[in-house]
């Protein structure tokens, strides 16, 4: 096997290494951890003449002397349980005390404090602060935190990742208090349409307004569900969600919010039986229970736990199904407990195959299949029922372009927040990118038109042939979302052409006058 060298710069000297393009990934991080003298903590970053980022693997692309690469070593990798600040050699304590002095000192000889100590102040607050919210990543660089034993622990807003008992007990005082309030016809209205503002509603407003969906659909009464139970368990649905960008309890509702719309635009009642409007609400509640962030592709080329647990197949889903029957299994969230054992193990069966279809590995097998049965779709026959149950929660599922514009395009920021992270993390891995997923080749108006054209339409336009009734309010919204983002896309092309062509200009411009001095 060949070799290759690569060339690069550490700490202003040029250095080269030579490896096979065979070798372990592992031996080829170590040559340069050598030539960077780091140590076995240290992270190190390899950056190209334009300052992208390189993967240090043995598929690193060639160079020359004249191309060299940058290496940098940018954080440590802080193992252990000890507390990151003490082990970067900082007591924040005692500089808060000795600041604290300081200031009370300043304050008393001088009556103000100087603009000086109040910065001085600010900055200490602000280091604390990143010392406190960098469970798996730092300022510095990230590093892995596999101290859990599963995949990296997700980073999106510092408040939520410091979200603690005492946060949720005063989220769970409050939707205790808000549910002693009734709900007025006109939100109960609203709630039902597909047209939903989330940004509006708080998770303890949202908690209630997810009780009222059982209660608006006689739950409590057929399925004998006692409200302390279903309080309990919706407390508990919402913190085994975590605070990530896209896959949070926010999502959750807004999939049910959409599973109890679309329950009410087609009369499912009328066309299922209770159990199976039971199944389809509890699952869409639950079926992203415990997502950490990155999705079945990072699980599995990470070999996470979760990938080697459930062997490659649908590991985050069976994770959300896992959670799902765990928190059911605690008697005071039990809101199963009296339905018979034929009717849980419905109930059961139901969630699973519900939830598991959620997999997008699976969507064009499950969509196929449905429109195969379009012509002889019998409700009564179990099969197509199912298949029936499992479309409607996919489409709940995929559903934020139903909704009006302000709603819809924040969410699609927080996917590609999600999808930015997770792809960052890779490339520093050394595993496989998706193109969408990167933040260097992907667009919000270029993932959208992809993601309309051949995934939402197809599904919604299946499930229009046998429910027509969707046509107004959930296809022709997702059309006119694809003509926006197209639009949009096509807006960026010209704006780009037009820089090009100016940019042009400048240089034949800068060459035109070059050349007249010359001659003059």
Not at 245 to 263: A, D, E, I, R, S
Not at 333 to 345: E, G, H, P, V, W
Request: hydrophobic share 40%; net charge negative.
């Amino acid at each position: 096997m060949a070799t290759k060298v690569i060339y690069f710069t550490v700490d202003g000297c040029n250095e080269q290494a030579e490896f096979r393009s065979d070798d372990p990934p592992d031996d080829v991080k170590e040559t340069f951890r050598s030539a960077a003298e780091a140590g076995p903590n240290d992270i190190l970053k390899l950056y190209n003449a334009k300052g992208n980022l390189i993967n240090i693997s043995p598929r690193i692309p060639d160079n020359t002397p004249d191309t060299r690469y940058t290496l940098d070593v940018v954080a440590a990798q802080c193992p252990g349980d000890v507390p990151l600040a003490e082990q970067l050699g900082f007591d924040i304590g005692a500089i808060e005390k000795r600041l604290q002095a300081l200031e009370k000192r300043v304050f008393i000889e001088n009556g103000d404090l100087p603009s000086s100590v109040l910065s001085i102040h600010t900055k200490v607050e602000e280091f604390k602060n990143k010392l406190q919210g960098v469970e798996h990543l730092s300022w510095l660089g990230l590093f892995k935190d596999i101290s859990s034993g599963t995949s990296l622990q997700p980073f999106w807003d510092k408040k939520s990742l410091q979200r603690d008992t005492d946060h949720d007990k005063h989220i769970y005082d409050k939707y205790i208090r808000m549910s002693q309030v009734q709900i007025t016809d006109e939100v109960r209205q609203y709630l039902r349409k597909p047209t939903f503002d989330n940004w509006q509603w708080d998770e303890p407003e949202m908690l209630v307004l997810l009780q009222q969906m059982y209660i608006d659909l006689g739950f409590l009464t057929k399925f004998n569900i006692e409200l302390p139970i279903l309080q309990n368990w919706l407390f508990e649905i919402y913190r085994n969600y975590n605070p990530v960008p896209f896959h949070n309890f926010k999502h959750c509702f807004m999939v049910t919010q959409m599973m109890y719309g679309l329950t009410w635009l087609v009369d499912l009642p009328s066309m299922v039986d209770d159990i199976d409007v039971l199944i389809l609400l509890t699952s869409a509640i639950c079926h992203d229970l415990g997502h950490p962030g990155y999705n079945n592709a990072y699980q599995i080329n990470a070999k996470t736990e979760l990938a080697l647990r459930y062997n490659d197949i649908s590991p985050l889903e069976n994770h959300h199904c896992s959670i799902a029957f765990e928190i059911l299994e605690k008697p005071n969230c039990n809101i199963l407990a009296n339905l018979t054992k034929d009717q849980y193990r419905r109930v059961r069966e139901g969630m699973i195959k519900c939830i598991l279809a959620t997999d997008m590995a699976k969507h064009n097998e499950i969509v196929n299949n449905f429109k195969a049965l379009l012509d002889v779709f019998d409700v009564n026959n179990k099969e197509h029922k199912y298949l029936l149950l499992m479309i409607l929660l996919k489409t709940a599922d995929i559903s934020n372009e139903v909704r009006p514009l302000e709603v819809a395009e924040p969410w699609i920021e927080c996917l590609l927040e999600e999808f930015f992270i997770q792809s960052d993390i890779e490339k520093l891995e050394g595993l496989p990118v998706a193109p969408f997923m990167d933040r260097e080749k992907v667009t919000k108006s270029s993932s959208q038109i992809g993601f309309i054209k051949y995934v939402l339409l197809p599904l919604f336009e299946a499930l229009g042939q046998l429910l027509p009734v969707i046509e107004k309010d959930i296809i022709g919204p997702v059309r006119n979302a694809l003509d926006y983002y197209t639009q949009m896309q096509k807006a960026m092309e010209e704006e780009k052409e037009r820089n090009a062509s100016n940019e042009k200009s400048k240089q034949n411009g800068l060459t035109n006058k070059v050349k007249g001095d010359i001659k003059v």
